[in-house]
């Protein structure tokens, strides 16, 4: 069965630095998400995108983060300058576009970063 | 932010019976509603989904009904079983018309299935 896949599965990063999070989505999606869950929190969105653009993004996904779809399969969230705060689980999740299944989401495993 | 709410942290139910899981929601322009589960150290798993235009959506062991009036919806699983241990999430989304697809999740519940 296909499923998302996100690399690496813990992420230990010293405070101000530069983080990609990687993410293979579902091939035959098109739509791709970043959600952070910070222990003990809600699973909470940061960002859609769709058509090699961002559709929708949160209050949270502010100039600290982009992402980026290099190539045709993978899916990256860039984190420039790491605070504490950013530490969390990260999950991808990805969709197909058209219904019946239209906003159905499948999520990977999740990387957690640790921002000491 | 408590747009979408499960007010019960924990259930817990005996292996063959009926799990109930409840979730309440405030924003009327949710018009797409999800369960997933989670186990732990993985990422959600999605089970079953409601459009606004349904009031019930059946998957084998899994229904999920949907009270627009009251703004509520339910999972049931028949029968319960131990693998069906986990934190249940409900989430929902406000796009179908616009396209917006950002999910809102509840804290979840966790069920434990005693065998």
């Known amino acids: 069965e296909p499923e998302v896949t996100q690399t690496p599965s813990h992420q230990v990063t010293q405070m101000g630095q530069e983080v990609i999070l990687r993410c293979v989505p579902i091939?035959?999606?098109?739509?791709f998400y970043w959600y952070r869950q910070i222990l003990g929190q809600k699973v909470e969105f940061l960002v859609s995108f769709y058509n090699n653009e961002i559709s929708e993004k949160s209050e949270i996904f502010d100039d600290q983060f982009s992402v980026e779809r290099p190539d045709g399969s993978n899916f990256t969230l860039k984190i420039r300058s790491t605070k504490l705060e950013d530490s969390a689980m990260y999950f991808c999740?990805?969709?197909?576009?058209?219904?019946?299944?239209?906003?159905?989401?499948?999520f990977g495993p999740g990387t957690r970063l640790t921002v000491l | 932010d408590q747009q979408v709410k499960q007010n019960s942290p924990s259930l817990s139910v005996q292996e063959g019976r009926i799990s109930i899981l409840n979730c309440d929601y405030t924003n009327s322009m949710f018009d797409y509603f999800l369960w997933y589960k989670k186990y732990p150290a993985e990422g959600p798993t999605f089970l079953i989904s409601i459009s606004s235009i349904k009031d019930k959506n059946e998957d084998g062991r899994f229904t999920v009904f949907l009270n627009k009036s009251a703004k509520h919806l339910s999972l049931h699983i028949v029968p319960s079983q131990p693998g069906d241990s986990a934190v249940y999430f409900c989430?929902?989304?406000?796009?179908?018309?616009?396209?917006?697809?950002?999910?809102?999740f509840g804290s979840g519940t966790r069920l434990q299935v005693q065998p």
């Open positions: 999740a990805s969709s197909e576009v058209g219904s019946p299944s239209y906003n159905e989401q499948f």
């Open positions: 091939s035959n999606h098109l739509y």
């Open positions: 989430a929902a989304s406000a796009g179908m018309d616009t396209g917006r697809r950002a999910l809102t």
